[in-house]
């Protein structure tokens, strides 16, 4: 007897979601968010505003203002270092790690 097809495309179906940090080199709490990110093997873009004009025009347009470090999920901007570590764990399932590439 087959499963019923709802059932079957939950069961396969795993929510991704796209992330990226914008951050600046030169600060130290974008720093502590990379580090947890490199240390849990998480892919993440990084994008560096103070090296990307129009990154830094996209944070401050898009996010509203210019404070790092800055995840954007699935285009949401999320800001303070500890929520952001605070999502990446409790959403690490639904991100790309690097130990599947």
Known sequence: MSKDPQEQTH?????????QLYYKNSCGYCHY?????????????LIDVAKDRAAFKYLERKGGKTQVPCLFIDGS?????????SWLDQHRDSLPSKQSN
Do not use: A, W
């Open 33 to 45: 968010v990379i580090d947890f990110i490199n240390q849990e093997g998480l892919e993440v873009e």
């Open 11 to 19: 069961e396969t179906h795993r929510e991704t979601h796209k992330v």
């Open 77 to 85: 901007p999320l800001y303070e270092s500890k929520l952001i570590i």
